[in-house]
């Protein structure tokens, strides 16, 4: 297998940044390996995390977006129907198919890097390849990655603002309740299981 260009964005997880996430998510963010990706203020906007925690469960979601207010945008799209209506573009689009084809290829070849479950092996995130099941996971890769990677999160973060080409910080804004929400949809996305 060809190495990968570096992750652009990445950068060492600190112990303010663990401390950070605590408050973000609510708990202690898992299997942290390093930083994807830091909001406009250096506040961890996506984490990079192990295909298997430390406590031996498979974790596929391995660029985890932790930042509150762009989970809460990210979960007003998600209630408006953006899913169902990018699943369905999937299959009729095969230009669009084919970049997120890459895309899941991509993720996996990624998340390869720093380990491997071989539960998870073939499965990345968000509902890869050929559906759309969780924006919060495909826009951590995303973001992680810098764009051109993943084009159905692309097109998602193009629709808010202050997101492309760099993250400005809105970590002032009223984001309460939200962190519980995007957490258990990008840990279970992935699985292949309907919801
Ligand atoms: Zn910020």
Redesign the pocket.
């Known amino acids: 297998m060809t190495a990968l260009p570096p992750l652009p964005y990445e950068t060492p997880a600190t112990e303010h940044d663990l401390e950070v996430m605590r408050g973000q998510l609510g708990r202690d963010m898992r299997g942290v390996v390093s930083i994807a990706r830091r909001?406009?203020?250096g506040?961890p906007a996506v984490v990079r995390t192990s295909p298997r925690l430390e406590d031996g469960t498979p974790f596929p979601t391995s660029l985890y977006l932790t930042l509150p207010w762009l989970t809460l945008d990210i979960s007003r799209i998600e209630a408006t129907g953006t899913m169902a209506d990018l699943t369905e573009r999937l299959a009729a689009d095969e230009e669009l198919a084919a970049g997120y084809q890459r895309a899941h290829e991509r993720y996996l070849a990624r998340r390869a890097e720093i380990g491997d479950a071989e539960e998870v092996r073939h499965v990345s995130a968000g509902g890869m390849p050929t559906r759309v099941k969780c924006l919060h996971a495909v826009a951590g890769q995303a973001l992680a990655e810098g764009p051109g990677i993943n084009p159905v999160a692309d097109e998602v973060l193009a629709t808010i603002d202050g997101v492309l080409p760099e993250l400005v910080?809105r970590?002032d804004a009223d984001v309460d309740g939200t962190a519980e929400l995007h957490a258990t949809t990008q840990e279970t996305a992935g699985t292949g299981e309907g919801r």
Do not use: I, T, V
Request: glycine fraction near 16%; include cysteine; charge should be positive.
């Open positions: 909001c406009g203020c506040r910080c970590c």
